[in-house]
């Protein structure tokens, strides 16, 4: 799946290292990869790469869903199944 532009609110749930993530390297990233690499136990996972930065100074790393809102920032026109995917993981259109 192409990655995909969001921008990421942390939820009253998220944690401080969300928080951090989020204050430090968004608050826009892109969508790569949603599941559960650590097991259903572990709750469903999002993998964010922030846009700032440069080659291997970009954060890459996983954050919990429930510890945010996502919402996309562009327009984009996707086949059905990305936006199934999309709907699937919470992600919304955004107006801004």
């Known amino acids: 799946m192409k990655p995909i532009r969001i921008r990421v609110t942390p939820t ?5 290292r969300t928080k951090d993530r989020i ?3 968004g608050p826009i ?3 790569i990869d949603a599941g559960y690499p650590l097991g259903k136990d572990a709750g ?3 993998e964010l ?3 700032t930065g440069e080659g291997f100074h970009r954060w890459r790393g996983w954050i ?3 510890h945010i809102e996502k ?3 562009e327009d984009i026109s996707a086949p059905d199944d990305v936006q ?5 993981h919470g992600v919304q259109k955004s107006t801004c």
Do not use: M, N, W
């Not at 009253?12 to 401080?16: F, I, L, Q």
């Not at 199934?84 to 699937?88: K, M, S, V």
């Open 12 to 16: 009253d749930k998220a944690s401080e």
């Open 23 to 25: 204050g430090r390297h």
């Open 29 to 31: 990233f892109q969508l």
């Open 44 to 46: 469903e996972l999002v």
């Open 49 to 51: 790469r922030s846009e």
């Open 64 to 66: 919990p869903t429930d």
């Open 71 to 73: 919402h996309i920032t």
């Open 84 to 88: 199934t995917y999309l709907r699937q």
